[in-house]
């Protein structure tokens, strides 16, 4: 049985979940771009700030699903429920559905930036840590500097 009161909270769920999205993918931004400057210090702020937001995010999954389940809607993807319900919640839903489609590819890119940053950093760490356990040699014997460090950076 749909209440005006149930339908409310779950339209209040599906805001919520769109600035969660966005607070993610900001976070998401914020890791690319702290990994790309070697911030170590920020990425770690934002993997932080980024596990508050996902338990955020888990609560409201959790709420919408024992809403939807509460409307009737339980095995409904968001295309389904708005076929099922009246024009004015139809007016209502698709803007929100669209919107946190939207959010939700903006998401999905940034981590995917993200992602692929943090993973160049380990590998150039991986390489500069192989290089220096196993220093490349000059052909006159002596070990030269792994080609991360400048002329400046080294002591003679």
């Known amino acids: 049985i749909m209440t005006e009161h149930s339908f409310e909270d779950f339209t209040a769920v599906i805001q919520s979940l769109i600035k969660v999205t966005d607070k993610i993918t900001l976070i998401e931004r914020e ?5 790309a400057d070697r911030k170590h210090e ?3 702020n934002c993997i932080q700030e980024e596990q508050a937001v996902l338990l955020q995010l888990r609560g409201l999954e959790q709420k919408r699903f024992r809403l939807m389940e509460g409307l009737g809607w339980k095995d409904l993807t968001f295309r389904q429920l708005l076929k099922r319900v009246s024009p004015e919640k139809q007016q209502i839903l698709s803007p929100l559905f669209d919107d946190l489609d939207r959010k939700l590819k903006a998401l999905t890119s940034a981590k995917e930036d993200a992602d692929r940053m943090i993973l160049t950093r380990v ?3 991986e390489i500069f840590l192989s290089r220096s356990e196993n220093p490349s040699y000059s052909p006159d014997g002596t070990a030269e500097a792994p080609r991360s460090f400048s002329q400046k950076d080294t002591y003679v």
């Open 31 to 35: 890791k690319a771009a702290a990994a």
């Open 42 to 44: 920020l990425l770690d």
């Open 123 to 125: 590998r150039e760490l």
